[in-house]
């Protein structure tokens, strides 16, 4: 699968793909990520990307010469265009499901938004599926093409090495429900004991416990999963 990432900053992404589970896939090959710079398609010789918003208020917009021509530009890169990802506050809400969707595209491009936003022009133009990983402002769009980045290449094919694992994972089976408790060695630690069943061998008994411990976590704490109400709980706010 291969990942380009439009980005003015295209300097944050080279901790997270030197370290992660996604520098071993794009070794192997099983992932390709290029990251692109905005800023190589802006125009006039101070390469200004971003300007005052039409109108007044504060900040900078994203001005959508250079915006849409990276993305023309870098999709023309690759032997077919892409499915388009906006990361923005003002997309749909990230989850495992579309995580899932988009795992099944071929190629992904990931637009990491700046400042107060970008031109709605180039948006109209472009009408890429603008996503958000949550109900709060990032600085920018990276971080949240990280989270894509790293939540969708570990459902490529060979990138976790353990298949088995993602079909554990919380959120995905349907309903989506949290992941059991895990435990490792020791086996008794502060005074803890590690529950009994675990080590009975039995592993049909390990199974339904499993279950149970899924279903029961995930009504205490996030029964909107299970299409209830959320039980009583504590707010921290
Ligand atoms: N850019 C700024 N905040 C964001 C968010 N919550 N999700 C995606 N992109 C963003």
Redesign the pocket.
């Known amino acids: 699968m291969r990942f380009d990432v439009l980005t003015l900053f295209p300097e944050m992404f080279s901790g997270y793909l030197g370290q992660s589970l996604l520098k071993r896939a794009v070794d192997a090959g099983i992932v390709n990520v290029q990251i692109h710079n905005i800023r190589d398609w802006a125009q006039g010789k101070h390469r200004q990307v971003d300007d005052r918003p039409f109108g007044g208020g504060p900040g900078m917009v994203l001005r959508p010469e250079p915006v849409v021509e990276s993305v023309e530009n870098v999709q023309q890169q690759g032997d077919r265009p892409g499915h388009l990802v906006l990361?923005?506050?003002q997309?749909r809400q990230?989850n495992q499901r579309i995580v899932e969707q988009l795992a099944n595209h071929h190629r992904l491009l990931l637009i990491?938004?700046r400042y107060e936003g970008i031109d709605q022009r180039a948006i109209d133009l472009m009408q890429p599926d603008e996503?958000?990983?949550?109900?709060?402002?990032?600085?920018?769009?990276e971080?949240?093409a990280m989270v894509v980045l790293d939540a969708v290449a570990r459902l490529v094919p060979g990138v976790l090495g353990d298949e088995e694992s993602n079909k554990q994972d919380s959120f995905s089976g349907d309903p989506p429900l949290l992941e059991f408790a895990q435990y490792t060695r020791p086996r008794e630690y502060r005074g803890l004991q590690v529950p009994e069943v675990l080590m009975s061998g039995n592993h049909p008994d390990i199974a339904r416990w499993r279950e149970e411990q899924k279903l029961n976590r995930t009504r205490e704490r996030r029964a909107d999963l299970l299409g209830e109400d959320p039980a009583e709980r504590r707010s921290d706010v």
């Open positions: 990361l923005t506050p997309g990230l990491c938004g996503i958000s990983i949550g109900d709060y402002i990032l600085g920018g769009g971080v949240a």
